[in-house]
């Protein structure tokens, strides 16, 4: 079993910049490929972003169009999302997971509470 703990969100200005961190405290990340997700109010689970456990393969949702970036630090066990220009329409709970590259949520064995990302116009 692999523990997930999220943090970073919070409420900021459209424009405004977060992020996200997901660690997996205990665990070495090294060899699990992470994912981000989220979801909004009413709508379905959303894929965002996904690295390789090399870190050397990345995706990124198409609504993203360059303005997120996910990384990972090996010593820290930590993958990160860096979140640019947010809009409000990136208002939404966002989730890391953990098994996978794929941008189907049902692909992902291991997920994380969430932490909640709010974006004011």
């Known amino acids: 079993q692999v523990r997930l703990v999220e943090s970073g969100g919070g409420l900021v200005q459209a424009g405004d910049s977060l992020r996200l961190s997901c660690a997996a405290p205990?665990?070495?990340?090294?060899?699990?490929?992470t994912g981000w997700f989220r979801q909004a109010p009413g709508k379905e689970r959303e894929f965002v972003a996904s690295?390789?456990?090399?870190?050397?393969?990345?995706d990124y949702g198409d609504f993203v169009k360059g303005r997120f970036t996910i990384s990972r630090d090996y010593a820290k066990n930590t993958v990160y999302l860096q979140m640019d220009s947010l809009k409000p329409e990136d208002t939404a709970l966002y989730y890391c997971?953990?098994?996978?590259?794929?941008?189907?949520?049902?692909?992902?064995?291991?997920w994380g509470q969430g932490t909640q990302v709010t974006v004011s116009s």
């Open positions: 690295i390789s456990g090399s870190g050397h393969v990345t």
């Open positions: 205990g665990r070495t990340t090294t060899r699990y490929s």
């Open positions: 997971a953990a098994g996978s590259t794929s941008r189907s949520n049902g692909d992902y064995e291991y």
